[in-house]
């Protein structure tokens, strides 16, 4: 599967916004699901995830601010980010995983300015 992700940008601390990524194919209902990000010098870690059944998880750090979500029929996933901190500026990468089989999109920018 191919992912785009797109929808980063430049947002003052407490600001909002919304990342998209799109999935190639017609097996997008079959994938669990996640945001990741990458700050410099830092590991890629798990913003939040859900699953091919709906299931959510979101880092201790995102809760409360941000929300995930699909919609399978446009093969769509979906970061809604408010209340953003300077801390949340990285890379953030959209990953599928189908039985094992993980694909990672390009990454979009988020810079969080104080």
């Known amino acids: 599967v191919q992912l785009q992700a797109s929808g980063g940008g430049l947002v003052q601390a407490g600001g909002s916004l919304r990342l998209s990524c799109a999935a190639s194919?017609?097996?997008?209902?079959?994938?669990?699901m996640g945001w990741y990000r990458q700050a410099p010098g830092n590991e890629r870690v798990m913003v939040a995830a859900?699953?091919?059944?709906?299931?959510?998880n979101y880092a201790d750090s995102v809760k409360g601010r941000f929300t995930i979500s699909r919609n399978n029929a446009e093969n769509m996933l979906y970061l809604e980010m408010s209340s953003l901190k300077p801390e949340d500026t990285a890379v953030y990468y959209c990953?599928?995983?189908?039985?094992?089989?993980?694909?990672w999109g390009r990454g979009t920018l988020v810079t969080v300015s104080s």
């Open positions: 990953r599928s995983n189908q039985l094992g089989l993980v694909s």
């Open positions: 194919g017609t097996l997008f209902k079959l994938y669990d």
């Open positions: 859900i699953s091919k059944g709906g299931d959510i």
